[in-house]
């Protein structure tokens, strides 16, 4: 018996390693992850289990903890929306010559914020590639994330770093924009990206001027802007005039904590299924879909923290199984740990 898969990638690790530090702020990284996930190594049965030599059952289990650690985008309901939303409004801003609307996603953290407008630029970016096929130098969709007390031209080097345009400390402002300007234009840029973009505030002189860079970078892309962050129904984001465009421009998509019915049981069961244990009886985090809504307060972030981890776990002590003990040993995030006790007290 051979092992072909899992083991063969080994020899690799370098590539393994370049892998891991790509991130979606970069053109790399972000064609990188529209490939979406490796195909997951197949789960062997007891028999090819057991003839495997120490350092084979090494390989094996290091590829199933990897595939444990990888986050799971699961199509909720509130991705839909975000993805059904985005895409309307790239349509209606394809023949905008300006005052283009934008969409804004909020919410508390740890609610798929992220995996929504990350969905919708691979939605946008696998319909640009099908349309123009074999065409290399299109940069459909551009993702950034404001620094925290961001300055214009921090916010305006992030977007030329995800470009790959070289930002050297004496270049200046106007330099930088007009550059990613040019690239975006050229390369037929039709959808940014902007996330924590609750890291600007309008009552700064420096957050307004991030709010103006946006704002005129949105002038000078036909691209439809998406901005994610925490809260910005009452975040500082919009106050005041520059605000109040910003209100009368974006759209607004609130996320919120998943209640508890068929939707979450949906996703316990699809997070289930990805599971890649020897002893995990089939059902066992369906049945506990109720504890699991308790544990995470609702948070997506949070129930797949806990199944990832509480699976890794199951793979480092050889149990092979998660269990409501082993959930209830991973530590979660504050926010899911102080959210969880009102909703016990308030549904008793």
Known sequence: MTISEPTARHPALGEADAEANRQLTTLDGWRKSIEGPPVPPDLLPPGDLKQLSTSERDLYDDDRLDHHARMLVVATSFVEKTVVCGRRLVLLNRH?????????????????????????????????????????????????????AATARMVAAECARFLGLPVRPRSNMTDIIEAVVGVCTDARTGLVLVDEIHNVSQVTRAGGEVSDTLKYFSERIPATFVYAGIGLETSELLAGTRGAQISGRFTLVPTRPFPYGAEWKGLVATMEETLLLHDHPPGTLVKLDRYLHDRTAGMIGALSHAIRGAAIDAILSGTERVTKEGLAAIPLDHAAETQKKPARKARR
Do not use: C, F
């Open 96 to 148: 905008a010559i300006s005052a283009r609307r934008g969409l804004m996603v909020s919410g508390l953290p740890g609610t798929g914020k992220t995996s929504a407008i990350t969905q919708l630029g691979r939605a946008h970016e696998l319909l640009d590639r099908a349309r123009h096929p074999n065409v290399a130098d299109r940069i459909p969709v551009l993702y950034i994330t404001v620094p925290p």
